[in-house]
């Protein structure tokens, strides 16, 4: 029997309240079935769960938003990204979505979905907590994958494996409609009086590092949880920025209790955090319905420890769900989402005892 979190908020106006956000979006990578993830968590009781026995104020339209007004009928290739203006199109709608929850000062859920829509959910956050309190947002990026491909670097084209790289300003964008609103809006806030404590020179009143545009997310407030399938350019750009990573060699050498106390002393005790949770983070074995999965990954305890020492800092502001995939490995899409809400509830404050 779970019962409400005891855990004090530090960076939530609203601690009881839980703005959930939908997305039934695939755009950002090749195959289907990842934009049924939502309704499949929701038809399985998760946000039942968290009114009832976590006892959140949910606040949810109802819908799975597929955003196919936003969908252009022709999209072709810009970069060597696939489906740009439609996954651009739709990210700075969930950038909207996850903005209005936030900067109520409600925690933020959202469920993918791909993990392109990060795009969207970290710049909506960084945008919101910029805005209310003048902070700059953590993130913490559980995944197998480093998603930090700029569009050039990519050889596949999917933009699911991009987003690191336009949050950052690794990556930039062309024109509104080509992610450029990522930056505008970052810089609207940077330069307006919302922002306390800066001036619009980059994060925090500092100028961004030689070759990195002012981006929402700072790259020494990233961290990287569960890596070990990442791409020889993404090795690259993570030791050349010096980028906190810890892959699953890390996990296995020190055990993954010493592994969030590194990660929680990198960004402090004083920094907002939006956890960024890729399900194929996990092994295989325990989610398999995964669109990208990689054996040798996290154990579902060590993903819900991950979940339980975020939820403890009482600095969580936001939280994604992505890539649950239920028509792959179809006969064990139960499993995958029950790994998804089982990660949730922990975030949320779920504990064992």
Not at 41 to 63: A, M
Not at 64 to 72: A, D, E, K, R
């Amino acid at each position: 029997m779970t019962s409400p979190s005891t855990i004090t908020q530090k960076f939530l106006d609203k601690p009881t309240e839980l703005g959930v956000v939908a997305v039934g979006f695939s755009g950002g990578q090749a195959k289907s079935g990842v934009e049924t993830g939502p309704q499949v968590l929701i038809d399985s009781g998760l946000l039942t769960q968290l009114k009832s026995e976590l006892d959140y104020d949910v606040k949810h339209d109802g819908k799975v938003h597929n955003y196919t007004s936003l969908i252009p009928d022709e999209d072709p290739e810009h970069r060597g990204m696939k489906n740009p203006r439609a996954t651009s199109n739709v990210c700075h709608q969930i950038s909207q979505q996850v903005y209005s929850h936030a900067s109520e000062g409600r925690l933020v859920l959202t469920l993918g979905g791909d993990h392109s829509i990060a795009i969207g959910t970290v710049s909506g956050t960084a945008r919101a907590i910029k805005e209310r309190l003048g902070k700059e947002v953590a993130v913490i990026w559980v995944d197998a994958h480093a998603d930090i491909n700029t569009p050039e670097m990519s050889e596949s084209g999917n933009i699911h494996g991009m987003p690191v790289s336009f949050l950052t300003g690794l990556a930039t964008g062309d024109g509104h409609e080509l992610f450029g609103w990522v930056n505008d809006e970052w810089n609207a806030v940077q330069g307006s009086g919302k922002a306390n404590g800066t001036n619009g020179k980059g994060h925090n009143g500092t100028s961004s590092p030689k070759g990195i545009a002012s981006a929402p997310l700072s790259i020494n407030k990233l961290v990287y949880i569960g890596l070990r399938d990442v791409d020889r350019g993404e090795k690259k750009i993570l030791r050349e920025h010096g980028i906190k990573s810890f892959s699953m060699h890390d996990i296995d050498r020190h055990g993954i209790g010493r592994v969030m106390e590194l990660a929680l002393a990198h960004i402090g005790n004083d920094t907002p955090i939006h956890l960024s949770f890729d399900v194929d983070g996990l092994d295989p074995q325990w989610a398999p319905s995964t669109g990208t999965p990689v054996r040798g990954g996290l154990t579902l305890r060590e993903g819900d420890f991950i979940a339980e020492c975020v939820a403890e800092t009482g600095n969580l502001v936001a939280m994604d769900l992505v890539e649950v995939n239920p028509s792959l490995e179809a006969d064990l899409a139960e499993e995958t989402v029950r790994a998804g809400c089982s990660l949730v509830r922990c975030a949320l404050g779920d504990t064992l005892l």
